[in-house]
Nanobody
């Protein structure tokens, strides 16, 4: 069994900051890419930021240098520091990871339950 648990969402005023965290736990052999995605009402889920196991990152254009993704490989955690938040950033944010379980050979995608981020104007 593998679980991803997110924390850190909430309500913030425009221009404010939030930090999201996600921890992967269970019978894990290896964690490959980890990332943050978001889904606003009526819209499809979209990539926010992604980080590989060697630390390489890529960001969605709308991040515009406002967000920073980081990870701790020893703890199987990934974080997203979000600054200069805008009302358009309001969405449910999901943590996703490619994980190889101890009892499997392949990598599979796992998702957290999501955490709500609301930015008021």
């Amino acid at each position: 069994q593998v679980q991803l648990v997110e924390s850190g969402g909430g309500l913030v005023q425009a221009g404010g900051s939030l930090r999201l965290s996600c921890a992967a736990s269970g019978n894990i052999r290896r964690v490959n890419d980890m990332g943050w995605y978001r889904q606003a009402p009526g819209k499809q889920r979209e990539l926010v930021a992604r980080i590989s196991s060697d630390g390489s990152t890529n960001y969605a254009d709308f991040v515009k240098g406002r967000f920073t993704i980081s990870r701790d490989n020893a703890k199987n955690t990934v974080s997203l520091q979000m600054n200069s938040l805008e009302p358009e950033d309001t969405a449910v944010y999901y943590c996703g990871a490619q994980i190889q379980r101890s009892d499997q050979y392949g990598l599979y995608a796992y998702w957290g339950q999501g955490t709500q981020v609301t930015v008021s104007s």
